[in-house]
């Protein structure tokens, strides 16, 4: 399956959201690009951030930042400033006031999985966004903050509801954003913050976007106080290694639970794992193997986490997806449907067939692959490829793509299945993958057990 396809209907932060069709009706959104009338008036504590070699390099990433205490502290999402995080050498930090030069910041904390990072400055400001701790209702009117091509912009929406998985908390709010935005305060009429700019949701059931709750962004602010100068740059990356090793602990437990068993287009089964996961059937737009003539037959049921988290522009971590396309043949030859089912299974995901350039994981270099026939614990004769990468700065932790063709039809129809898991042990990718391909098999055939 192709990775771009399965991740199109995922929460991205690239300033990442989400979307339902009710949404569509509450006009969602003034132009994201359109200048916030009285941005003079919180530009001074609204700053852009940016990441790069020094203040005069072109920026590598970027986004919005706020001052939440007048003593030079800032909130900004996380992904927007991983690049310094994790490659102190090449990166810094700088934020800059329209109209006044750039200054460097330093971190003052961080929280990778719900994508916040608190920044210090050495300047003191007039004021600060006062963080709202009154409970949000639902239709209630927001407005996204931030900047687009280096001009002050609003989005305007309404709170639409508090979702959560496992190991985040986000906010779905009836708004569109745009790259630059990610970090920006998201505020109610009185001009409290409600939230942070985390992502763009394009999932087909639910639009809008994704923010982090303020009192989230409350805690952590109480937590790092009082303020210091900021993290080393081992404290930091010790910070990240941490909160991600106790995230995949979470969504390991999480996986473990066996809530349910389910037919696949009613002949082949699989146990339903994770109590975040949420699956669609994917339209015929969305399925890569056309076939007008109906020669054969392809239904695609996606499932991914309801939220993901990013530690920069390029890719997911802590975080697993995977889809099930089965197929039926109608009028192919013998040889025909076997190359439609081998298109389908050999189809690369697109990171597994190019170098990583995420400065989180490794640096230019590709996944390692093995390709082998087995026999499931159903006794299912399965295709089985599985490819893995480690992460550099963070050795415990690897990501994995995994494919499997059933080399049997049954009641006509075979199976090619995929999976993605980001930031796990190899323990725990082992486990998982193991546990998600042996659950694959016949509707009519028992639970064999956990």
Known sequence: MNAEKTHSLRLRIVMSVWVTSFLLSMNV?????????????????VPIVTVGGDARSLAVSGGTAFVVSKDGVLATAYHSISDAVMRPDKYKIFVTIPGKASMHAKVLSLDVINDLALLKVNLSFSRELKLRQAPLVKGESLSSIGYSSYKLSRAEGKFVETIADAIRLGLLVSASVVPGMSGGPVLDTNGEVVGINKAISVDPTHIGLIAVSSWTLALMVQKAKPFKDGLSVLESQNLVQKQLLAAEKSLLADWRKIHRQDSLQSVWAVDRRGSSVYCHMATHDEIDWQDTGKQFDAKVERCALLLTTNQDCEGPIADYWFTYSSFSNNTLSDSEYSAVLIKAYEQPANDVSKPIRSKLKKDGTTYTCRNETIVNKAGVPLRFSECTRPYPQIPLLMDAQVKVL????HGRK???????????????????????????????????GK
């Open 29 to 45: 959104v003034a132009k994201a690009e359109a200048d916030l009338e009285d941005a003079s008036a919180l530009s001074p504590i």
């Open 414 to 448: 075979q199976l090619v299945a995929a999976m993605g898991l980001y930031g796990f042990r190899p323990e725990s990718i082992r486990e998982m993958v193991t546990s998600w391909r042996d659950s694959i098999r016949p509707n009519d055939k028992p639970l064999s």
């Open 406 to 409: 059933t080399e049997i039809p």
